[in-house]
């Protein structure tokens, strides 16, 4: 017998401790499971990062008034107010004042994408994440998993349990008596077959698994849910989910004995090729009774596609519960298909879909639900918005409702009559960032269902109002915003896109927009089709010119008013072995009029020189991904970079390539970047060696042309970078997040030290810093106001240091030890230097701040002591 090798993988908040063995036919299900690559990947991530130079702070900016799309939501009903939301790909967040704040939970874990939690209703302090998102959607942006993860103190600390290569989980539930016995409705690969789908179950809280329910490789579990009036009893839900969402494996199922033992039931339930995911519950007090709701995909114009049928029996027969059609669920019924029962009354239920339904006469009608909206970050949306992921009902007062979806986080203690939005976690699933020429600039960003906003470049501090705003919102609360442009030569001109090739421009000053999207005539032969995300420009020599591009390019000479095509085809002209849909990135060359570059998104690069008269093929040597963005070079002409991603087709290695010939060679430059998936990449206009890579977890940078790269910045969470853009008179670096929101850093500090051959210790020049303002009746300080000055320092080594504030007369007024690390340091200081506590009534000067004046700034190290002036001005 071989002796299992271990494989222990270390992380502060985690360990795995993973056995290899094939010649052992007993080893546990979680441990015969492929290691997912996203493990690997993290492994060299967290080195890179460990041992990075490059410690510039990431400097928050939010928003927070435009929500996330919540994947799960929970609360504690043994502890009132304490409240887990899950994003999508924004991490678990919790709150113990029901949303007044919150702090995220699950940090810089090897999965960013989440698919459901659940707590042990026997002991609620017992939490199981399980990850990978459960919405099946191609935008490069679905963040797959890496199975179970477990916590024994309300999420302080975290044990991954395994079920590594499920990727995508639909469902997670505990025994509502013993907090060991877990079942998990698996979806598997979204893009490829697997066997790792279906349900699995452990007894022994994650130790090892079994997998009870295996319908095929291309069929997973959706949904899965004990009796609460019985917890030998369990349903679940199997869902036929590759290729297609839709498919006769699509089923109910029922377990007599905790989850061991499947069988089906699905007498009387209308199963055929086009039947798709399917949601369920169990009443509370009746081991019998159950609903199901059915997304069936075989109706036209997304009118009555969702059907609910009701047990009474246990599931030897179920009965369509209506008779009028339900036309919550769209075309997209695929995202959603939640069912719940009130705790109290089991004919009384909800289905989740495009809107909330809601039935008091157990399904024999339903009504939308929408409500009064308040919103605990002021926003402009006026209804409650639309796509629903997940309730929670409180089984004491089944009249408060927590509601996840792509909006964020809704609270309501009247049944769905009124929310309270909980519209404070900056969690936002940004796809583009756009800056304009203001000084000061403003930063645009479009994200997934909560359109575009709009704001400045300015901290985010959850004591105050969110200073953003939206560019646009659609009258549903939301709309994908995708790519924004503002024309370099009018600041008020503003182009901004939707979903699926749709845009506009907007005039800021009066606020009017024009529809700009390609419109062709019928005898124009000319059939147009887009990726969710499309890709369109301004030309850098004419802002007048816009370019779009699906499986043709097209271009615009009059701000989008008017268009002519200016390719053949470029999908039909595809090479016949890939299966492509529409572009994917789109550029123009720096250097010369006419030179463009198009890339699909299955690998297939375009070029013309003479703005689309002819295309040249120049994809020899490329991967077969998707191309989602391409950066001609602004120091070289000949010289262009691509980023390739492999999301939408399970494949999780990074992907980016330079050519220094208009694309006839190709080289790969992601070297030692960890083998995740990356999704942009951007040149320095300053320096032409140095390139930025956003990616799957974080930035990372390279100063001689990708040859070597490394993990770039401290205080950022590990998530997935959607784009970058670099502000060149204050030389801010700022990014887009899916999932976190936006950050800036400056690049002055890192500009210095790759252009200096000293490696000795360095304290960087300090900006005067501001002294706060104070308001006028009581002259207290306007928080507002309060600005942190960065103190930036270069270490040749590892080791303490002290900061220090002196006056001018060298008497010592402040003092901070760090532990530095080797490379560049920031250190970021709000002048605070005493802070205060009275009894005394109206005492309101809480904080002192280092006043108005000249002083000296110190830093002391083993080396000895450097010195730098500090202004502090009105």
């Not at 089991?346 to 809107?355: A, H, K, N």
């Not at 262009?640 to 694309?663: C, H, K, P, R, W």
């Not at 942009?680 to 206009?685: C, F, G, L, N, S």
């Not at 900006?767 to 309060?786: C, I, M």
């Amino acid at each position: 017998m071989n002796i299992p090798s271990l494989f222990i993988f270390k992380h502060p908040n985690i360990i795995f401790i993973i056995i290899f063995s094939s010649a052992l036919n007993n080893l546990l299900i979680s441990q015969n499971q492929p290691i997912s690559p996203l493990i690997y990947s993290y492994q060299e991530h967290t080195d890179l990062k460990s041992t990075s130079p490059y410690g510039l702070e990431w400097i928050h900016l939010g928003p927070t008034l435009n929500g996330a799309r919540v994947e799960a939501i929970q609360s504690d009903p043994n502890t009132p107010g304490t409240i887990y939301a899950a994003f999508g790909s924004g991490g678990l967040w919790k709150t113990i004042n029901n949303g007044l704040n919150w702090k995220p939970i699950f940090e810089n874990m090897p999965s960013l994408g989440i698919g459901d939690i659940a707590l042990a209703p026997s002991n609620t302090e017992i939490i199981y994440v399980a990850t990978g998102e459960n919405l099946k959607k191609a935008r490069n942006f679905t963040m797959p998993g890496t199975g179970v993860y477990r916590s024994n103190n309300g999420g302080d600390t975290w044990e991954h349990i395994g079920l590594n290569d499920t990727w995508h989980i639909g469902e997670i539930v505990v025994h509502p008596n013993n907090p060991d016995i877990v079942l998990v409705a698996a979806q598997g690969h979204f893009w490829s077959s697997n066997e790792n789908r279906g349900i699995f179950r452990t007894d022994d809280g994650g130790k090892s698994w079994n997998h009870v329910l295996f319908i095929d490789e291309n069929t997973g579990a959706n949904d899965i849910v004990f009796s609460r009036a019985n917890p030998k009893i369990v349903y679940a839900t199997t869902w036929e989910n590759y290729p297609n969402v839709n498919g006769k494996k699509s089923a109910v199922y029922k377990s007599e004995d905790a989850g061991l033992i499947w069988n089906k039931i699905t007498n009387g339930v209308t199963i055929n090729k086009n039947t798709g995911r399917i949601g369920i519950a169990a009443s509370y007090q009746d081991k019998d009774k159950a609903y199901i709701f059915i997304d069936q995909r075989n109706q036209r114009n997304g009118q009555g596609t969702g059907e609910v049928y009701k047990t009474t029996n246990g599931g030897k027969n179920w009965k369509k519960t209506h008779k009028e059609n339900i036309k919550s669920l769209s075309v997209i019924g695929w995202y959603f298909m939640d069912m719940y029962v009130n705790p109290q009354n089991d004919e009384e239920i909800y289905g989740l879909g495009v809107r909330l339904i809601h039935s008091i006469d157990g399904g024999k009608t339903f009504k939308n639900i929408g409500g009064q909206i308040t919103h605990l970050t002021p926003s402009p949306a006026q209804t409650l918005h639309l796509d629903h992921c997940e309730m929670w009902i409180n089984p004491s007062n089944p009249k408060e409702l927590l509601l996840g979806n792509d909006g964020g986080v809704y609270h309501s203690y009247d049944g769905g009559k009124s929310w309270l939005h909980l519209n404070n976690i900056s969690a936002g699933e940004f796809y583009d960032i756009e800056i304009d020429n203001q000084d000061p600039y403003h930063i645009y960003g479009g994200t997934q269902d909560d359109a575009t906003v709009y704001g400045f470049a300015q901290e985010y501090n959850s004591e105050f109002d969110d200073p953003w705003e939206y560019l646009w919102i659609d009258a549903w609360s939301g709309g994908d915003g995708c790519i924004t442009l503002v024309d370099p030569n009018d600041e008020n001109t503003v182009y901004f896109s939707m979903q699926n090739g749709g845009a506009l421009r907007r005039n800021i000053n009066t606020g009017k927009s024009v529809d700009i999207r390609p419109k062709f005539q019928k005898e124009d032969n000319i059939k147009i089709q887009y990726n969710f995300i499309t890709p369109y420009m301004l030309s850098h020599f004419d802002s007048n010119t816009v370019y779009m591009a699906g499986n043709y390019v097209m271009r615009s000479k009059d701000r989008g008013d008017n268009w002519t095509v200016i390719s053949p085809d470029l999908i039909k002209e595809r090479d016949h072995s890939k299966t492509e849909t529409a572009a994917g990135a789109l550029a123009e060359s720096y250097f010369e009029e006419g030179t463009m570059y198009m890339g699909t998104d299955r690998g297939t690069m375009w070029y013309t020189k003479n703005g689309g008269e002819n295309w040249k093929n120049i994809s020899q040597g490329l991967s077969d991904q998707y191309i989602r963005s391409i950066y001609p070079s602004q120091h070289k002409k000949e010289r262009l970079y691509i980023q390739m991603t492999g999301l939408n087709y399970d494949d999780f290695g990074a992907y980016l390539y330079v050519s220094e010939d208009y694309g006839v060679h190709w080289k790969s430059i992601t070297n030692n970047l960890p083998n995740h998936p990356i999704k942009t990449i951007v040149e320095d206009p300053d320096f032409e060696n140095i390139l930025y890579a956003g990616t799957y977890r974080g930035v990372y940078v390279s100063t001689n042309r990708g040859e070597n790269w490394s993990y770039f910045g401290v205080a950022l969470p590990d998530i997935s970078i959607a784009d970058i853009a670099i502000e060149t008179k204050s030389k801010d670096m700022i990014i887009a997040t899916h999932g976190r929101g936006i950050y800036k850093t400056n690049l002055k500090p890192f500009y210095h030290q790759i252009t200096t051959k000293d490696t000795s210790n360095y304290l960087y020049e300090v900006e005067s810093a501001k002294y706060p303002d104070l308001r006028d009746t009581h002259k207290d300080v306007d928080k507002k106001s309060v600005q942190k000055l960065p103190i930036t320092f270069w270490l040749n080594k590892t080791e303490n240091i002290i900061l220090r504030i002196t006056n001018t007369t060298d008497s010592l007024i402040w003092t901070k030890s760090i532990k530095g690390r080797k490379g560049l340091n920031q250190y970021r200081w709000d002048l605070t230097i005493r802070e205060e506590i009275s009894n005394l009534p109206y005492y309101i000067h809480y904080k002192k701040y280092l006043d108005k004046g000249e002083y000296n700034l110190l830093l002391e190290s083993s080396e000895g002591i450097l010195k730098k002036k500090l202004s502090v001005i009105e």
